[in-house]
């Protein structure tokens, strides 16, 4: 039986979608992912007549339906392949209440730019994002009756990533 399964430590409430064990595994060994995994078993593929049918989405799918996943992250390769199996997935995830991510991808650590193929910097350009120095300060509006379900969430993720969190009654 997989130790990743039983663990009791492992957050039951993000899964980490993956194409094959061996990703599992190379996630895995960082500790940086604290949730428990889903295993694909490989990645849609026209050319090779890879379906949706023919990998353990519909598992996903109902692991997802059964409730209690806060967030799914997609960690497909940075194929073509890969691509459009997480592009399939954010579209069949979408009318569920979950947290849908995905790795970023661009330009590997210590990498020096005129080593790199275009196809990791044109990824790195479009990935880009703003330098931002200091704090993330989020001014947090908790009254009113719009959107009650999400507030909570809403809520636990200024205070997960804000480095400083005003909440209002207004």
Request: glycine content about 10%; aromatic content about 6%; overall charge negative.
């Amino acid at each position: 039986f997989w130790a990743w399964c039983v663990d009791p430590r492992r957050d039951i409430r993000s899964i980490c979608v993956v194409e094959d064990v061996s990703d599992l595994w190379a996630l895995d060994r960082s500790r940086l992912f604290p949730g428990k995994y889903h295993v694909l078993g490989g990645r849609l593929s026209a050319l090779d007549g890879i379906r949706p049918e023919d990998l353990s989405i519909a598992s996903l799918i109902e692991r997802i339906a059964a409730g209690g996943i806060d967030e799914v992250v997609l960690a497909m390769n940075a194929t073509l392949e890969g691509q459009t199996t997480a592009h399939y997935l954010a579209e069949r995830l979408e009318g569920f209440p979950v947290r849908i991510t995905q790795l970023a991808h661009g330009l590997p650590v210590g990498g020096e730019l005129d080593y790199l193929d275009e196809g990791t910097l044109a990824q790195a350009l479009r990935a880009r994002r703003p330098h931002v120095m200091g704090r993330i300060v989020v001014v947090f509006g908790a009254g009113g009756d719009r959107d009650r379900t999400k507030r909570p969430l809403m809520g636990a993720a200024a205070k997960a990533h804000a480095d400083v969190l005003y909440v209002t009654d207004d």
